[in-house]
């Protein structure tokens, strides 16, 4: 099963099989005081820095989220699209709880797109789908509904099921959903890591579709956070997550490095390539 994205003029095929796809998380104001107040500001320059740095650093598609604080993501969040695709001819990964905000990142985005992201909530499924299938793009679907987020994997399966179903109605394909089987902190339970990777092994094991998470959730709160990141990184991707939002300029070359441990980087290629683009950064 394979998940096609496009930009302006290439094209990105996530499979089970394929080497690990890097969405760049950076664009985004969460943790990002001084980002956070540039975009108050309406100051989007540091963004072609980032899109450029995270392409260098071997992102294949860009996260774009623009939802700090009373900013007004209906207008800002185009723009920094097409900003973002302006500077790097990657598909771009559109992030916001916004419905309107969505519908006007899509219009503005060139190739094929990704939306960040439906759930199982009855409303957001009713608010966010019909505008996935209207563009024709794919869609990350987190294993919540209206009930919140299970706590054992076989409930999160059965909500990632729901949404299957949900979709099919309006003809969006399995393998356009990336499903995301919750990270959550094991600084607040030390059994989330493990659920989330069961919850993984399930939908890989009976669904098939691709996944993505965002792996940087499971070290909040704990000190020597990349050191617990690159670990989940690699346990994430032997469970089938093989489209995982991270950090390329601090998990670029341990992604490579998964691959080529899983077999899916012949002679090394990739992995050497990794590095020496770090070693010259």
């Known amino acids: 099963m394979q998940t096609v ?29 001084v980002f956070s107040a540039e975009l108050q500001a309406g100051d989007l320059s540091r963004i072609p820095r980032d899109a450029q740095a995270q392409a260098d650093a071997g992102a294949r598609v860009l996260d774009v989220n623009v939802g700090a604080a009373s900013v007004d993501e209906v207008a800002l969040l185009p723009q920094a699209v097409r900003l973002v695709q302006e500077t790097v001819d990657l598909p771009v990964c559109i992030d916001s709880a916004n419905p309107a905000a969505l519908e006007a990142g899509l219009k503005a985005a060139r190739g094929r797109a990704l939306v960040n992201s439906v759930n199982g909530e009855a409303a957001k499924l009713k608010a966010v789908l ?6 024709g793009a794919a869609v990350i679907a987190l294993c919540m509904d209206d009930n919140g987020i299970p706590t054992t994997p076989e409930a999160r399966l059965r909500v990632a099921e729901n949404i299957l179903n949900e979709a099919a109605k309006l ?4 393998e356009d959903i990336l499903f995301d089987p919750l990270v959550m902190a094991i600084s607040a339970d030390h059994t989330a890591g493990a659920v989330t990777l069961a919850t993984a092994r399930l939908i890989r094991q ?57 077999g899916r980087d012949e002679w090394g290629m990739g992995y050497i390539r990794a590095y020496r683009a770090l070693a010259k950064a």
Not at 171 to 174: A, F, G, L, Q
């Open 206 to 262: 009976t669904l098939g579709c691709n996944m993505t998470a965002g792996a940087s959730n499971v070290s909040h709160g704990m000190p020597e956070r990349e050191v617990l990141n690159t670990v989940f990184l690699a346990l994430l991707a032997h469970e089938g997550v093989n489209a995982p939002i991270c950090n390329p300029l601090t998990n670029g070359l341990a992604i490579r490095a998964i691959d080529l441990m899983l």
């Open 171 to 174: 003809n969006i394909k399995p």
């Open 5 to 33: 994205l496009k930009g302006p003029s290439t094209e990105v095929i996530i499979g089970p099989d394929l080497p690990i796809v890097m969405i760049g998380e950076r664009i985004n104001p969460t943790g990002r005081k």
């Open 130 to 135: 019909p505008i996935v299938a209207e563009y």
